[in-house]
C-alpha cells in the first residue's frame, strides 16, 4: 500500500492525480477503479492505495481515505494567476484532448516541466 495526496481530480471526467507520499512521481487515478463514491474525491485528501500497471502506466486502485476531506478551495484569480495545482490540472486536461495517447507517464513528465516553467516565470500562485 502506499499513501498520498489527491492533487488533481477531474468530475466531469472521471479522472485525476495522486502524488505519492514517497516523492515518486504522481499516479493517476479513474473513478472506475476505486471503490469510493467521486463525492470523497477531493482536491487534498490523503488516501491509502495500491498502484497497478494501467494501458498509459501505473494507476491508483483501492483507495481508501485517511481522515476527513478538505474543504474545497478555489484559485485566486484575482492577479490573472492560478495555483499549481489548478495549473496542473489544467494541463492534464488540455494534453488528453490534444494526445489521448500520452500514457500517464509522460503526461506528468511534462505537466511537471511545464509547471516548474510557469513558477519560474512568475505566473502561478
Do not use: C, Y
Not at 41 to 68: H, M, S
Amino acid at each position: 500500500m502506499s499513501i498520498g495526496k489527491l492533487v488533481s481530480f477531474d468530475s466531469s471526467r472521471g479522472f485525476g492525480f495522486i502524488r505519492p507520499d514517497d516523492g515518486g512521481p504522481d499516479v493517476f487515478v479513474h473513478v472506475n477503479d476505486i471503490g469510493l463514491d467521486e463525492d470523497e474525491l477531493r482536491q487534498g485528501r490523503v488516501f491509502d492505495f495500491e498502484v497497478t500497471e494501467g494501458d498509459r502506466g501505473p494507476k491508483a486502485v483501492n483507495l481508501t481515505a485517511i481522515g476527513p476531506a478538505p474543504a474545497p478551495r478555489h484559485p485566486r484569480r484575482d492577479r490573472g494567476t492560478m495555483t499549481a495545482t489548478e495549473h496542473k490540472r489544467l494541463l492534464t486536461e488540455l494534453l488528453l484532448d490534444a494526445t489521448p495517447n500520452l500514457t500517464a507517464a509522460e503526461i506528468v513528465t511534462l505537466r511537471e516541466r511545464l509547471t516548474t516553467f510557469a513558477e519560474q516565470h512568475g505566473w502561478l500562485d
